[in-house]
């Protein structure tokens, strides 16, 4: 199983951010898809587990997770993996394209499994350095929402 984990961590890391979103769609997510859809949910587990383990390819996962609605097996659900994804993340131009949607996935967290701890602090923080680095204000009263939304 972990030769499998390396050939999914060293075919991301060959990936270029700058890849045409048809290269990523066509191409690398699929990749992923394919792989995942022959693990069961004890192997997707220990997927997950490595993933929070790898800060560079934090946000293909992530990525992956939003664009194609996997639904991931066992006890990480897609939802929560994704915020947990965002919480590791140090880029703020990853954080800026994955933070489109984090609300609606943090709408989910009701939903989380009772032993799933969210990052509640570090989704926060990654918001905060988001924040200090956008210019439009309409994107930082959003972002500003989601914070309100977590510390209510």
């Known amino acids: 199983m972990k030769d499998q984990f390396s050939e999914i961590k060293n075919y991301i890391d060959e990936i270029d951010f700058y890849d045409s979103q048809e290269n990523f769609e066509y191409e690398h997510y699929p990749y992923l898809k394919s792989i995942l859809d022959g693990f069961t949910a004890k192997q997707h587990d220990a997927f ?55 609300e609606i996935y943090l709408l989910q967290r009701k939903f989380f499994e009772d032993n799933l701890s969210l ?34």
């Open 119 to 152: 990052s509640v602090q570090d989704i926060i923080n990654n918001l905060y350095l988001l924040i200090n680095n956008l210019k439009d204000q309409s994107i930082i009263d959003s972002r500003l929402k989601i914070i309100k939304d977590l510390e209510s």
């Open 48 to 102: 997950v587990e490595e993933v929070f383990e790898w800060p560079d390819q934090l946000d293909f996962v992530a990525s992956f997770l939003d664009f194609t609605d996997y639904d991931l097996k066992g006890k990480y659900e897609s939802y929560y993996v994704f915020c947990e994804c965002f919480s590791k993340i140090n880029n703020v131009q990853y954080l800026e394209h994955l933070s489109v949607n984090l």
